[in-house]
């Protein structure tokens, strides 16, 4: 597994000045159950980054495989983490009971098995100070496997400011993928509150359900051009697991936003093709459209 350089700034990146005169706190909170294997890298990822000014509150589900003592040993190491390890009801309620518990401005999301580049959060403080009429910012991913060697694809968030007046035009350009990656946001916790948190009846596209939520609300997200996040990909990731569920609570989503059959049919025709090539990091169309046909001949024939 490639090194994570546990080297960390030691004072404020320059140009960053709030109206009272100091740099926001961003927390992040990272959700996990038995992903020992994981863990450590994305801990060290957030403890690791240019902008010093962070909190990291684990919300541990009673892990069995050893995170406990991986985590106890980091926090001995750095007080800027803090972890609770008890039974919950899943990743949405540990979550949401982070929400709670955190201090921080400015708050983020982050997968136990994925791991942030080390300037993500100075560049999303950078911009969200530079952007008050945004809620939250998000950027792109890029898949790497088990060990966290780059996979040579990746996945974006929606180029442009995204706001209310543009829902129905996003999810019709956004083939599969949530249009903002979820590990790579971060917004002002207050504002983010008051909108309340993660519903649990969307147990594997909380994500999607909450951003759109805030463009409903009237709010805006920003993007990031940039890859912020490395998105592990392996066989027990949720997203493989859980994905006829996901189609279907996003079929919901579309509903609730008024999307009729000649909107569903542009999204499966010509906003498949602008999602594919708006991606910089898409896959070659061969090799891509042999990994579809791949993984729809698996879901099909299941071993």
């Not at 700034?9 to 990272?30: D, E, H, N």
């Not at 990822?45 to 240019?50: A, D, F, K, N, R």
């Not at 999607?208 to 997200?221: C, M, P, Q, S, T």
């Amino acid at each position: 597994m490639p090194a994570l350089s546990t080297n960390r700034s030691t004072t404020l990146p320059s140009g960053l000045i709030t109206a009272a005169g100091k740099q926001p706190l961003v927390s992040v909170i990272v959700p996990t159950l038995n992903r020992a294997r994981f863990l450590e890298r994305c801990v060290q990822s957030i403890l690791g980054q240019t902008y010093p000014r962070i909190e990291c509150l684990v919300m541990d589900g009673g892990s069995k495989d050893g995170s406990v003592d991986i985590l106890r040993r980091l926090a001995e190491a750095d007080p800027r983490l803090r972890f609770i390890s008890e039974p919950d009801k899943g990743e949405v309620d540990a979550t949401n009971r982070g929400m709670d518990l955190v201090t921080g401005d400015l708050m983020g999301i982050q997968a136990s098995d994925d791991f942030y580049v080390p300037d993500a959060v100075e560049m999303a403080v950078e911009f969200l100070l530079a952007h008050p009429e945004c809620i939250g910012v998000g950027g792109d991913a890029m898949y790497v496997d088990d060990q966290g060697a780059e996979l040579g694809r990746g996945v974006i968030t929606y180029r442009g400011v995204m706001a209310k007046d543009k829902i129905r035009r996003i999810l019709m350009l956004r083939y599969k993928s949530c249009f903002v990656c979820h590990g790579s946001f971060f917004g002002w916790r207050s504002r983010l509150l008051a909108h309340g948190k993660l519903d649990p009846a969307y147990s594997v596209t909380p994500d999607w359900d909450y951003y759109l939520r805030l463009l409903g609300a009237g709010e805006r997200i920003g993007c990031l051009p940039r890859v912020q996040y490395k998105y592990t990909v392996h066989t027990d990731m949720g997203a493989l697991k859980y994905r006829t569920k996901a189609e279907a609570q996003r079929t919901q989503f579309h509903r609730r936003y008024g999307m009729k059959w000649h909107h569903e049919l542009f999204r499966s025709t010509v906003g498949r093709f602008v999602s594919y090539f708006a991606n910089p990091y898409r896959t070659a169309i061969i090799l891509g459209l042999k990994r579809e046909i791949g993984e729809a001949v698996a879901r099909r024939f299941p071993r």
